[in-house]
């Protein structure tokens, strides 16, 4: 069974860091492309980083140059290493598996919360 549990969120300040887990079982994380996603309150889903299973990384521009996407294959674990955080990082962020970004759909935890803000 594909299982994905995501952790690490909290309340921080503008300009603070976090750093998102999830950890994966039923599968390799290694093997297959893995996304981080979130959803901030009354807004639509929105995809953040992703990660194949060659190592390349994507994100998405907002995030760009303050956020790492990453995988620890011996732990089954992928990543978000979150800085210079904004209030608009605000949301509930879920790893996903088998991810469509057409339609945001995918195998997805339960999320963690992280909130931004003074």
């Known amino acids: 069974e594909v299982k994905l549990v995501e952790s690490g969120g909290g309340l921080v300040q503008p300009g603070g860091s976090l750093r998102l887990s999830c950890v994966a079982s039923?599968?390799?994380?290694?093997?297959?492309?893995m996304n981080w996603v979130r959803q901030a309150p009354g807004k639509d889903q929105e995809w953040v980083a992703g990660?194949?299973?060659?190592?390349?990384?994507y994100y998405t521009e907002s995030v760009q140059g303050r956020f790492i996407i990453s995988r620890d294959s011996a732990k089954n674990t992928l990543y978000l290493q979150m800085t210079g955080l904004k209030p608009e990082d605000t949301g509930m962020y879920f790893c996903?598996?088998?991810?469509?970004?057409?339609?945001?759909?995918?195998?997805r935890g339960q999320g963690t919360l992280v909130t931004v803000s003074p």
């Open positions: 990660i194949n299973a060659v190592g390349a990384r």
């Open positions: 039923g599968f390799q994380i290694s093997n297959v492309a």
């Open positions: 996903a598996k088998d991810f469509d970004m057409r339609d945001m759909s995918g195998i």
